[in-house]
């Protein structure tokens, strides 16, 4: 089992920046592709961005594309996601997951394994 915490979430305006942090523990970290994914109210869960096993190589949805950063850092078990330029329109519970697989970075949830409890960003107008 792999244990995820998600941190960094909270109100901010809109134009604003924030960093979300999630640590992991319990596997071996550089094993596994991550992802971002969040879920707005009344909307299903979406994939927002993943990254590769050594953090070579990274993917965004178009919606995030040129305003969040997904990186990690192997040493200290942790992924992050850097989102500038805050809409109202990202205000979501944003979830931390592990893919299945070490030979891609998925874009679906089911093919993510592990996952965080999510943390909320609230972002007004």
């Known amino acids: 089992q792999m244990q995820l915490v998600e941190s960094g979430g909270g109100l901010v305006q809109a134009g604003d920046s924030l960093r979300l942090s999630c640590a992991a523990s319990g596997r071996t970290f550089s094993a596994y592709a991550m992802g971002w994914f969040r879920r707005a109210p009344g909307k299903e869960r979406e994939w927002v961005a993943g990254i590769n096993w050594s953090g070579s190589t990274t993917i965004y949805a178009d919606s995030v594309l040129g305003r969040f950063t997904i990186s990690r850092d192997n040493a200290k078990s942790t992924v992050y996601l850097r989102m500038n330029s805050l809409k109202p329109g990202d205000t979501a519970v944003y979830y931390c997951?592990?893919?299945?697989?070490?030979?891609?970075?998925?874009?679906?949830?089911?093919?993510?394994?592990?996952w965080g409890q999510g943390t909320q960003v609230t972002v007004a107008s």
């Open positions: 997951a592990a893919d299945a697989s070490t030979l891609r970075i998925g874009v679906t949830e089911n093919e993510y394994v592990y």
